[in-house]
């Protein structure tokens, strides 16, 4: 396949908007006939995302750095420079890759903020790194040098090219903000040195953890470089053909190499490689126009996301392998629903809404930016969910926000980890949020996809500047106001993301009530600068019922308040006994309690204690005690957002509520 | 603590029973109230255990040699003989233990069958191990020789001790089979290494699984060695006080080494640690007199079967870290059950019952005998499972009778596999299955547990002999005859086990007719030679419900057919549809087919596919479309014994219906 492309432009400091003028998006796909927006187009001013974004910028990402000198993940790289490698080197054989996400997060939030003590920080360890690389640009610090095993003796496990992944990521954020600088340098030769080892003709070889291609794919575009490209596509064409090592306990489908990527049916295995991979993989199908390869990748998007995704757009229902389960196998207890395999799905669900315009794209990250990503990190930014399980049965125990969580899992949010890839995944995460919010078509069609208070300042494909200034307190209430700043005197498309949920939604624009169904309401018209558009999102309570396939929740509801899955959390119960006692009254809809409701529930008797027993009875199951949770007097209870909980202490919970 | 023991008699051959009429025995407790049969005074002649026991003879000991032979695991001890150890070792570092573990079932099928080809074959093995035994008694063929890590290096993940309880295992077996050899001759210099590297006042280390414990236990038992039974306490008494290094992605729970063994409140962890360590407890607590110890393995066992265990007597709820869930988490689909933990758990009951008398561990053992031990081994003895679970969604893949299994789990047995403990372990178990039938109390009194087909010839307390023929196609039918062959002159004891679930069981003695509830029904007079006594156990099918904490099934009912849980599977679906759109009406009850049940259900409309979106609809859960069940013809569906799922080819089964 010959790849063609058009020659990007390079990138410029964000200071000098000269050749791109949206100061940055992290993704930039080659065809396509719409575009996300950047980091200098669009400011979040207050409000649900601001506030967290804010957080991330003073408090995460220094906690990161923090986190990773103590641990000496940091002195790594010291160590390769020095000629000091030996045994006893700290952390996993990917901790390098941390030190790139959390390196990515900063070029953004700089390119965001502008701050001198970002870029210095950013400067520190590019400078750390750069002594790290060797001669001919391989760059990592847990082997191939003295005291270690060589290179890419470990395809499967040793993680070396998803190391690399992420230093290219890093190195695009940073060219997309301020451009080429010593840390693309480093990246290019790193990258440079990866096609020479795994180019056409070379080793026919690929990575056990996907990103190495994302990498690629994205430093391609900035660079206007296509071999990137072509590396990139070769290593997502290859995967599935059974290149890697059979690893004891560990499946082929694990890897994402049982099946090649355009023939699978949905995705499987472990969550983040397979949504990192998918991610990848539309990257090359929209760059060389493959159609067919984008297609398939729709169809395991819907696959996945119709049978294998949770309420909250948490996907990976297993601990084991960190995967993903059959079709139907969503338990809400063991969920695993990584929160980096929230991200990941972003990151899928993006390039796809990029690709086709397809609204349930950015229906899906929406639900998955209020109950997955903001559920990981805590109000003080310094604390982290790593699975998201949506029932917690026992309290668990409080975090000491000076111990490193060994296991990936637990009630309470915890500062770091032992395998610590969600923290600075959700750090870049969150400084790029803005940039999902909105698309500028070929067309000069503008969507609003994500609602927060904000100015857009954007530039459209004439040339001409809209402005356009957004008030919300969404999610707490769903009215959406959109100002218009500046408008060129052309009709211009405005269109609103009416989410899936949002039925009765309504837009007052130019004196008129448009009835506003699921999809995009659109307004095309000349706009004057100084008028006011208004959508009334009906953010109030509703039960949402599960697929009566998903057998762990047979027989249950769960409560969802506009994006926002709500839970039931014991803090809130007082006296109303155990929380796996009380019984959803299904007749009687749930009350709005800004940000959560009130459901009227009924307390069970608790059965007797099987004691001596199973807890199986030879009963006829119309006999069962649950029944008797319909003659118990009525009992409001509070349910908060799902992202909130476990800040109160340890805590059991339930997103899903049995009815009587 | 001093140790008193009674001078325990050495063993002897079976041919030659003059110190062990019994022909031995798996446990032999210094002390309590009542003893097991040995494999000399019950003989099993037909039915569904004596079946099971001629294939594990015929059958399964050969397969399990030929694996080992061919996966080089024998040969493993024939190059640590001969100087030749080094890098690439076939099998994992415990793989000496599946070697023991064959010998183990070959020593006791010798003392049952007396077939010179079994002696020749454990013979042989006997000498390859002994020629890799150190000097100083150390023998592993992982550590500690040329090319290998040193000995003891690694407690935690190592299983040095681990290999050496299973070889002491074997010893046992041979000792009370057939007396003392060159096997027992290893295993004691074996156990002495052991005890002088971490005796009293030595190091102060406890092996990261347990069964070390087990082993040194009942050699002490049966050698009257009180230095084994001391060590055995002293690593009892040593867990739980973190002794284990920290293991990443490991929690000190993995180990039991979160909290002293006395100090626990239920089983928790790697399902097969918890329980061997809660044996090996049991033991100790019963040869020191140490009643506390015991108290709290009583209630650990209670608390353990109350809330964390299968309908089938499964124990395990989690792949991950093949674990015990918390409280209530009984997920069918992922149950992981794994056949070595029901094993286990067979081992706790039957020491919990010698020690106490309480029929509820009888209860549990049959549980488990016919729904975990039976499900794993296929008909032909060459084919396993691994991993247990209650339902099946996909049909899976044919396994290779030429393929080593690489992970635990799948919808079809598997002749080997990469961690193969429990192809070993089944064979052992099979091989001593007859010895579980029955007790002998201090008083006389007789106790029958389990019922088979076969004849028991027991030497009384007083010297007295007792021989009863057993007839019945016990689980087929309730039916039980016993035919008195010859009785002391004097009034016996007699004792039926009522199975818990048995309500309505009647007992036929001396031309009476009681009524037996569950418990023991007891029969306490002479008897004479000639006369019978039949028993008859309810076997109709009948619902089980779960508890209503048991969130994974709720809204769902089991069948159960006297002793057997049954499973409706897909081969016997014909043109019924999916399985998972069948619906149980609750109101008629289960009719009988032997061996299993018709249920009547009705076909569930297939909701429509959710296709672009989430498995989750906003309405209200009074209109989902499980209640389409309700209006749709009813069908009658066979449902089969869960023991005997997936051998009709690829399969989806369920053990817990949903209802209308």
């Not at 590396?231 to 090649?260: M, T």
């Not at 049916?265 to 990192?276: D, F, K, P, S, W």
Request: charged fraction near 25%; proline fraction near 8%.
């Amino acid at each position: 396949m010959t790849i063609t492309h058009s020659p990007t432009p390079a990138t410029s400091p964000q200071s000098d908007p000269g050749l791109d003028p949206t100061g940055g998006r992290p993704v930039v796909p080659r065809r396509g006939s719409r575009r996300g927006v950047g980091v200098a187009e669009v400011r979040l001013t207050d409000g649900f995302w601001a506030a967290r974004q804010q957080t991330n910028t003073t408090a995460t990402l220094a906690h990161c750095e923090r986190w990773m000198d103590r641990l000496g993940w940091l002195a790594n790289f010291d160590r390769v420079a020095d000629g000091a490698t030996g045994p006893g080197r700290p952390g996993w054989q990917f901790s390098d890759s941390e030190v790139y996400k959390l390196m990515e997060a900063l070029a953004w939030d700089y390119g965001r903020t502008g701050d001198p003590g970002t870029d210095r920080t950013l400067r520190a360890l590019t400078a750390r790194i750069a002594r790290a690389q060797d001669d001919d640009g391989y760059l990592n610090t847990y082997f191939g040098h003295a005291g270690q095993r060589g290179r890419y003796v470990d395809l499967e496990m040793g993680h070396e090219l998803y190391c690399v992944g992420h230093l290219l990521q890093a190195a695009v954020a940073r060219l997309r903000t301020t451009g080429a600088d010593a840390l693309v340098d480093v990246a290019r030769r790193t990258a440079d040195q990866v096609c020479r080892e795994f180019g056409p003709g070379r080793r026919e070889a690929i990575c056990g953890h996907p990103e190495i291609e994302l990498g690629l794919a994205e430093l391609g575009r900035a660079l206007a470089e296509p071999r990137y490209t072509e590396q990139a596509r070769l290593f997502v064409e290859r995967r599935g053909r059974g290149l890697l090592r059979p690893i004891p306990l560990l499946s082929p489908s694990y890897f994402q190499d049982d099946v090649p990527v355009r023939d699978a049916a949905v995705l499987r295995g472990h969550a983040v490689r397979a949504l990192y991979l998918s991610a990848a993989a539309v990257d090359v199908a929209v760059d060389t126009g493959d159609d067919d390869l984008l297609a398939s990748l729709e169809r395991q998007w819907t696959a996945t996301v119709s049978r294998r995704t949770y309420l909250t757009g948490g996907m990976g229902s297993r601990h084991q392998d960190e995967g993903f389960g059959e079709d139907w196998e969503l338990p809400p207890d063991r969920a695993y629903c990584e929160t980096c395999a929230g991200i990941a799905s972003v990151m899928v669900s993006w390039r796809l809404f990029l690709a086709t315009g397809d609204v349930r794209y950015a229906d899906l990250m929406e639900r998955t930016f209020y109950n997955v990503i903001a559920t990981s990190p805590g109000p003080d930014g310094r604390a982290f969910f790593y699975a998201n399980p949506l029932q917690q049965r026992t309290p668990g125990e409080p975090t000491s926000p000076d111990a490193v969580n060994l296991r990936a899992e637990g009630a309470a949010r915890a500062p770091w980890f032992d395998v610590s890839c969600c923290p600075t995944n959700v750090a870049r995460t969150l400084a790029t949020w803005q940039t999902y919010t909105a698309t500028v078509g070929d067309d000069g069609a503008v969507s609003l996809l994500q609602y927060a208070s904000g100015s857009l300042r954007l530039t459209l494909p004439d040339g001409a500047a809209l402005g356009l200034e957004v008030e919300t307190d969404y999610p707490a209430s769903g009215r959406v106001v959109v100002r218009v700043v500046t408008a060129p005197d052309s009709p211009v498309l405005l269109r609103f993301r009416i989410p899936s949920w949002a039925t009765g939604a309504v837009l007052h624009e130019d004196g008129r009530r448009i009835e506003a169904p699921p999809g995009f309401a659109d307004v095309h018209r000349t706009f004057a600068a100084g008028e006011r558009l208004e959508l009334d999102l009906p953010v109030a309570p509703r039960f949402s019922t599960p697929d009566r396939r998903i057998d762990a929740v047979r027989g249950c509801v769960a409560v969802e308040r506009g994006p926002v899955v709500l839970c039931l959390e014991s803090a809130d119960l007082d006296d109303a006994g155990p929380l796996d006692d009380l019984r959803v009254d299904p007749t009687r809809p749930p009350t709005d309690a800004e940000p959560g409701a009130f459901v009227q529930v009924r307390r069970a008797d608790r059965p007797e204690d099987a004691g001596e027993g199973l807890p199986y009875r030879d009963v006829p199951p119309g006999l069962d005690a649950a029944s008797s949770a319909d003659d118990a007097p009525p009992l409001a209870v509070r349910l908060v957002p799902y992202h909130s909980w476990a800040q109160r202490g340890p805590s059991t919970m339930r997103v899903f509520l049995p009815t009587t």
